[in-house]
């Protein structure tokens, strides 16, 4: 089973890797919210899936590449912790993968950065190909340098699945009680680290409010996150409507200009 399930998340991690990042030029398909139902729906446990791709879709959301920051890997986090939670099941294995997800996703990228010295040494090759005009040739050695590209990831991913989950259940039983309440602790708080780290990225004087009448919405009336949402995109769509026709009035305004606007013949008539 474990062979098995290895070559299919090997597969779908190539095919997201070539699909996403070169050849549909970044369509968000490595994102959790799509590749953990991919995944549930390949080893035959969607309902699994479904619920760690939403899981791991908050704890990566804040995470970006930004400058020369290297990212946690969402892709292969969330197919090794998705399986691992699929292979392994039983209680605590849901809450033990959200917990592993982000340190799998680190040494993930990591490792597939460290070849990127030998992919960009052939730039030179390809400017002198665009130089030369040769769009085809230049087009099929991009495809073929990307499918050995994503072979560094492809191996890691198999040997991961294939020999790594049995290993890492093994050590997890091997752990005290009080070392799996831990992992189950913080799997559960990887949610709140997620939305942590976005509302770090857009937080400002003028949308803190929001946070504040969010978190009094749930707490003290004990509305649902659907219904929170509901209510916050009508406010947003609200403000975005009034702001536009603001917006438009005062560009209606500086068209006509002052000197179209009829006013009063003198001060008496005006204030009579």
């Known amino acids: 089973m474990s062979i098995t399930a290895a070559i299919a998340c090997a597969a779908v991690y190539w095919c997201i890797y070539m699909l996403d990042q070169y050849l549909l030029s970044w369509q968000c398909l490595n994102r959790p919210l799509v590749v953990g139902p991919l995944i549930g729906f390949v080893l035959g446990d969607l309902n699994t899936g479904l619920v760690m791709g939403a899981s791991l879709e908050a704890v990566f959301m804040g995470i970006s590449a930004i400058g020369g920051s290297i990212p946690s890997d969402c892709l292969s986090g969330t197919i090794i912790s998705v399986t691992y939670a699929i292979l392994v099941g039983g209680d605590g294995a849901m809450e033990a993968g959200l917990a592993l997800s982000l340190s799998i996703g680190t040494v993930m990228s990591s490792i597939t950065n460290m070849f990127t010295p030998v992919w960009a040494a052939l730039a030179p090759y390809w400017e002198k190909l665009a130089a030369e005009c040769k769009p085809r040739k230049f087009l099929i050695q991009n495809i073929l340098v990307d499918a050995v590209t994503a072979l560094p990831g492809v191996i890691i991913i198999f040997l991961g699945v294939a020999f790594g989950i049995e290993g890492l259940q093994a050590g997890l039983d091997a752990c005290p009680a ?76 500086a068209a006509v200009g002052p000197a179209s606007v009829p006013g009063p013949a003198n001060s008496e008539e005006d204030f009579f």
């Open 178 to 253: 009080w070392v799996m309440t831990g992992l189950s602790a913080a799997g559960s708080m990887m949610t709140a680290v997620g939305f942590g780290i976005l509302l770090s990225m857009i937080w400002s004087a003028d949308i803190c409010i929001f946070f504040f009448v969010g978190f009094i919405f749930a707490k003290s009336l004990g509305l649902s996150s659907l219904g929170i949402a509901v209510i916050g995109t009508a406010i947003a769509l609200t403000l975005f409507f009034l702001e536009k026709n603001i917006i438009s009035a005062k560009n209606s305004m």
